[in-house]
């Protein structure tokens, strides 16, 4: 179907409607093909026309010429639950000249879905008058999946916002650069942000939006604040979202959890770059020991065209908490001590197990070996194995981000830092600097933790530390595996860190290829000391340093036995029992030389 102008009358319009539709499904999408071709072709748009409202929703444009070339066009339909019909509108202001043309219209998905004659599980709904069986996670969502709208009654409307009334429950962050916008229709700038809400699909709903344009600067942040949700207990809280990030410059959505109030907490999920125009849903499964709050943070890209937007937000499976999040303490990780110890004779140079109030000796504390019927003595110290998987560090904290304190989430935003990370939220093109998969899972949803580069200047450092280990064995090593890829990568340090020294264990700088390297550095006995990793900033972004899969290996103390030594074992000087086989090897096995003697 092509436009054929036959007069020279101005502002001509050439419109061609849709036969009128009655209603469609949660995941309904058009698509159609278009030739907009010609010095003076002018623009093209395709309405939304719902019975009952006067203004139609604009759901695609067309500005200018867009060369010699069928060009294909996706629209986000979605839940349109009253009769509509669509209109194509070309309008000509005098002189046409081009071609328009539109071809192989597509509806897909745009069926209810269909009834079940059974809906059993855990994990299923059965919608009440359809019949359909749907998945349990799309009950209480803000979304008609049902096509009878059961999914969506006795919703708790503390946990849903569709921002139709307001903010609900949410708050703007003070401390942030500026606010997110409630908004209807299209947002002010072309070619970015959304043209309609994602809870009614019209230019008549609202939904909340960041704008990129000026006076906004590059990497400026504007944070979303929820209410407060209780521990999550044995179960998991389930926060879904829609968001929209279209535009040449979009550039970052995150959210984060925190249980401190003057944090920004912890990343949980974060998405770069241009999505398309198009409403997509996330669901993020959240678990917690204490009171906790969500923050969803946007950051302006490098121009005008990175509005991004948000709407139909909503939980599952939490509930509100009526109090306060207390404010970080300034105590390193891991040398926190609970207020109140078991009843206990234990001196200040013995550590209380927690359970059952026995003494062990300090040095018994983070050595790799659960001497406490409760392993409380290993609780509050660097894990043996970490892969990073349940978004867990394991221990590791950074000490330059605590020191910070209260003023932790104003100034560590742009600060050159360990962050964990993942492929699937890379943005275009970051896969060429950081890793696409991670080591442990092999795809792109997998874990690892990464310095990243885009932040920081050259020269700058990022430290991750373990908490102070107590003692370690002979055979001691750590092996983990590192990602070094880019064409400006800085450099990556293990070292080892006392009360009053810190020596350098291994370096590796420069690109190290597209893959995976394991490494291993071999500790030793020591005693009393940090194990610090040090990525170093190149001379510009393209080039992250990345880690995953840490292992301490062979690292618990020797363990004098209650049993002489046998026949095919060496006894030490300090009554350690080792294998012959590992006498004068130039390891100190027995931990004080006596394997290494020469007068053995």
Request: net charge negative.
């Amino acid at each position: 179907m092509f436009i054929l102008k036959n007069s020279s009358s101005i502002s001509q319009v050439a419109q061609l409607r849709s036969p009128k539709f009655r209603q469609t499904g949660s995941n309904c999408t058009l698509s159609f093909w278009y030739y907009n071709y010609g010095r003076s072709v002018g623009a093209a748009e395709m309405q939304l026309l719902v019975d009952g409202l006067k203004q139609p929703t604009v759901l695609w444009r067309a500005y200018y010429n867009e060369g010699n070339q069928w060009l294909k066009a996706v629209i986000q339909l979605g839940r349109l639950p009253r009769p509509f019909q669509l209109s194509l509108d070309k309008i000509s202001l005098g002189f046409y000249d081009g071609v328009s043309a539109i071809d192989d219209i597509t509806f897909e998905n745009c069926a209810l879905p269909p009834p079940a004659l059974s809906c059993e599980g855990a994990n299923r709904f059965w919608c009440r008058d359809t019949k359909a069986c749907i998945d349990s996670l799309l009950v209480c969502d803000l979304v008609d999946n049902c096509g009878d709208g059961s999914d969506e009654d006795n919703c708790n409307p503390d946990l849903q916002c569709d921002f139709e009334n307001g903010l609900c429950n949410w708050e703007q962050d003070v401390e942030d650069d500026f606010d997110w916008i409630r908004i209807q229709g299209p947002t002010p700038t072309v070619n970015t942000g959304p043209l309609k809400d994602h809870t009614t699909g019209t230019a008549r709903g609202h939904y909340l939006y960041m704008e990129s344009s000026e006076p906004r600067q590059f990497q400026d942040k504007a944070v979303l604040l929820s209410p407060l949700f209780n521990p999550s207990g044995n179960g998991t809280c389930i926060f879904r979202f829609h968001y929209h990030m279209f535009g040449k410059e979009v550039y970052k959505l995150s959210v984060f959890q925190r249980t401190m109030s003057n944090t920004k907490g912890w990343l949980l999920w974060y998405k770069f770059g241009n999505q398309e125009n198009r409403w997509i849903r996330q669901t993020l499964y959240i678990s917690s020991s204490k009171p906790f709050q969500i923050l969803v943070k946007g950051t302006v890209g490098d121009g005008f065209t990175g509005d991004i937007g948000l709407d139909d937000m909503s939980f599952l499976d939490c509930t509100l908490y009526n109090g306060n999040l207390p404010t970080i303490s300034t105590t390193t990780s891991g040398t926190s001590v609970p207020a109140m110890l078991p009843m206990n004779n234990c001196t200040e140079k013995e550590f209380v197990c927690r359970a059952s109030g026995h003494c062990i000796q300090m040095i018994q504390k983070c050595d790799f070996r659960p001497d406490c019927s409760d392993m409380s003595d290993e609780s509050a110290c660097v894990m043996e194995v970490c892969d990073f998987e349940d978004k867990n560090q394991c221990g590791w904290y950074q000490p330059a981000l605590e020191q910070m304190s209260g003023n932790y989430s104003i100034h560590t935003t742009n600060l050159f830092k360990w962050e964990l990370g993942r492929g699937a939220n890379l943005y275009p093109g970051q896969e060429k600097h950081c890793p696409l998969i991670d080591h442990t899972t092999c795809t792109e949803e997998g874990w690892y933790l990464f310095a990243d580069s885009s932040n920081g200047e050259f020269g700058h450092t990022a430290d991750i530390a373990t908490p102070v280990i107590s003692l370690t064995g002979p055979k001691c090593k750590i092996i983990f595996w590192n990602h070094m890829n880019g064409s400006t990568i800085g450099s990556l340090e293990v070292l080892c860190k006392t009360s009053n020294r810190t020596s350098k264990l291994w370096t590796q700088s420069g690109s190290q290829g597209p893959q995976w390297n394991r490494a291993e550095v071999f500790l030793g006995i020591r005693s009393n000391f940090q194990v610090v990793f040090r990525a170093k900033h190149g001379v510009s972004y393209m080039g992250d340093v990345a880690m995953d899969d840490i292992t301490f290996e062979d690292c618990s103390p020797l363990v004098i036995p209650g049993r002489p030594c046998t026949s095919e074992e060496f006894t030490c000087a300090n009554k350690y029992c080792i294998p012959k086989d590992n006498l004068c090897d130039f390891v100190n096995d027995c931990a004080d030389n006596s394997d290494e003697s020469p007068l053995i």
